[in-house]
């Protein structure tokens, strides 16, 4: 009976525990969780959602607070095309948090940050430039470019000196998506050094059809890309993500030739994880009839969540001024016309409630947000259940190695802790 441990991931001429930790924004996948992965000779992520954001918690700055004086006087104001970035402080954000990161680093594994093509920022080719090449200053280990085809995001940073030597993959969840994206990249002579291949049982966003999603299956996907890397001649490692629960989930990818698994969901109830406690707890508690796939996310794309989240019909005023991560290249996101729709349907401004779309910038920030994976039902099968009626939190190592070790589908329960901690039920 073969375990994770049985195989390895080799990127370049090394080799790795082939083991990722997906890179679950706002800071859910927070450094402390990716320097875990790292030491214990995986691969992690951090997320660079938000990142003024998450570099004001992290170290005190005043990203947010100064662009939200900045654009004060146009918050009342439905046009938001005049929120834009600072490309300056935004490099300086993200290289605080990618910085940092890698200043911790201990252990042979790699530290990676994930970037969605999707937070558009009110200017598409000069955020996402800022933000991959800002990443590559601060050290990190490798990109995956999620949430879009990333078309031209290695003609952006191609000048970059750590274009060649930066690991830089793709998250594609079809072969016809990998085949436009390595078509449009071969001119460079750099093709990318992993394939993150992600199914319909996924966390967050999902690149599927909100109406044929359950029409997918990962096993029939990965099939279909391997024979397309075969007859193309192709050596690159395949990570299959998605659904993936236990280290006999894995191994079953791995057996059939996938580089690699991803793993997010069975993280998010780790203490190393950033949700706060009381949402680890909705997470253990949640049935498979709470988990939900909507329409709700300025993307466009659908995105899997709890159906309890706080986020679903809230009608709070769009938070541009201080965030406009979703802002398209012409000041627009989908939500302010949901939210503008609302408001002149009740000039009176009172009990707004927005269903069809939702302000991600927000929620996210403010934990209100609870996407997740299919699977999520399933958390409180890995821990114990307290005294006191809340479950246990695990720890990252805990759960990194029952998928490197455990076989016939078994999950390790963690040993018991007598009493629940004071933030667990709050």
Same mark, same amino acid.
């Given at each position: ?5 049985? #195989? ?6 090394? %080799? ?59 918050? !009342?104001?439905?046009?938001? =095309?005049?929120?834009? /970035?600072?490309?300056?402080? &935004? ?20 530290? /990676? ?9 009110? =200017? ?31 003609? &952006? ?5 750590? #274009? ?24 460079? !002579? ?26 997918? $299956? &990962? ?14 001649? &192709?050596?690159?490692?395949?990570? =299959? ?90 000041? !627009? ?22 269903? $069809? ?8 920030? !403010? ?32 759960? /990194? ?8 589908? %078994? ?6 802790? %007598? ?8």
């Amino acid at each position: 009976m073969k375990r994770v441990d049985d #195989f390895r991931l080799r990127l370049g001429n090394k %080799e790795y525990v082939p083991i990722m930790i997906g890179g679950m924004g706002v800071d859910i996948s927070t450094s402390e969780l990716a320097l875990e992965a790292a030491r214990l000779g995986g691969i992690g992520h951090i997320s660079d959602a938000m990142v003024q954001d998450v570099s004001d918690r992290k170290f005190d700055t005043t990203f947010v607070k100064d662009k939200t004086k900045l654009y004060k006087f146009n918050i !009342n104001n439905m046009n938001k =095309a005049v929120v834009q /970035f600072d490309l300056d402080r &935004l490099a300086e954000a993200t290289r605080l948090h990618v910085g940092s990161t890698m200043e911790a680093k201990k252990g042979d594994g790699l530290i /990676f940050v994930n970037c969605m093509e999707k937070l558009t920022m009110n =200017a598409p080719k000069e955020t996402l430039r800022t933000r991959l090449s800002a990443a590559m200053d601060a050290g990190i280990d490798g990109i995956t470019m999620s949430a879009g085809l990333h078309l031209g995001s290695f003609e &952006l940073i191609k000048d970059h000196p750590r #274009f060649r030597d930066t690991k830089l993959g793709i998250i594609v969840s079809s072969v016809r998506a990998l085949q436009l994206f390595l078509k449009k990249v071969s001119r460079l !002579n750099r093709l990318p050094d992993y394939i993150i291949v992600e199914g319909p049982l996924a966390g967050g966003h999902l690149g599927f059809g909100i109406d044929d999603w359950q029409q997918y $299956d &990962l096993h029939t996907i990965m099939d279909e890309i391997h024979a397309y890397m075969r007859e193309q001649q &192709l050596d690159i490692p395949v990570i =299959a993500a998605g659904g993936i629960f236990t280290g006999s989930d894995a191994v079953g990818f791995l057996e059939k030739g996938a580089g690699g698994v991803q793993v997010a969901t069975r993280f998010t109830v780790t203490h190393e994880c950033g949700m706060p406690e009381h949402v680890k707890q909705e997470y253990f508690r949640a049935s498979e009839e709470d988990i939900i796939v909507n329409g709700v996310s300025p993307t466009g794309y659908p995105m899997r969540m709890l159906k309890s989240t706080p986020a679903i019909g809230s009608g709070i005023r769009p938070g541009c001024e201080s965030y406009g991560y979703l802002l398209d290249a012409t000041g !627009n996101c989908a939500y302010i016309n949901s939210y503008n729709r609302e408001v002149q349907a009740s000039p009176d401004g009172k009990n707004i409630s927005v269903f $069809d779309k939702t302000c991600l910038c927000t929620h996210m920030r !403010n934990f209100n947000c609870w996407t997740c994976g299919h699977f999520t039902y399933r958390l409180k099968d890995t821990t114990h259940r307290l005294a006191d009626g809340s479950y246990q939190i695990l720890s990252a190592q805990h759960v /990194f190695e029952d998928y490197q070790f455990s076989v016939n589908n %078994e999950i390790a329960l963690p040993p018991k802790q %007598e009493v629940a901690s004071p933030s667990a039920a709050a």
